[in-house]
């Protein structure tokens, strides 16, 4: 599976973006898919995930109530929207996809088999 992430850009705090993540090959339904980033100088942190069929999602309690995680299978599509942006959200968000995706490891870069390149949020205050 390759994935391209894309939707990065400069929004200003309190504002809304939206990242899509989009895989190739016929296999995407079958991964689970999570979104991480990384901020500069600190280590990458999950921030959510979404099972293969997307009827379970699961957030980070830093973004929790703002950020919504959702796919479009037949678009081999994941997205990340993002509200009430924060400038401490500015940072490189990835897409990752697991198969399968365990609960307990859930965020754990390290369950996760392919990666995205990242796409850089930056939110200005």
């Known amino acids: 599976v390759q994935l391209q992430a894309s939707g990065g850009g400069l929004v200003q705090a309190g504002g809304s973006r939206r990242l899509s993540c989009v895989a190739s090959g016929r296999t995407f339904r079958s991964y689970g898919m999570g979104w991480f980033r990384q901020a500069p100088g600190k280590e990458r942190e999950f921030v959510a995930a979404?099972?293969?069929?997307?009827?379970?999602?699961y957030y980070a309690d830093s973004v929790k109530g703002r950020f919504t995680i959702s796919r479009d299978n037949a678009k081999n599509t994941v997205y990340l929207q993002m509200n009430s942006l924060k400038p401490e959200d500015t940072a490189v968000y990835c897409c990752?996809?697991?198969?399968?995706?365990?609960?307990?490891?859930?965020?754990?870069?390290?369950?996760?088999?392919?990666w995205g390149q990242g796409t850089l949020v930056t939110v200005s205050s």
């Open positions: 990752a996809a697991s198969s399968p995706l365990i609960l307990s490891t859930i965020r754990d870069p390290r369950q996760y088999h392919y």
């Open positions: 979404i099972r293969s069929s997307g009827g379970s999602t």
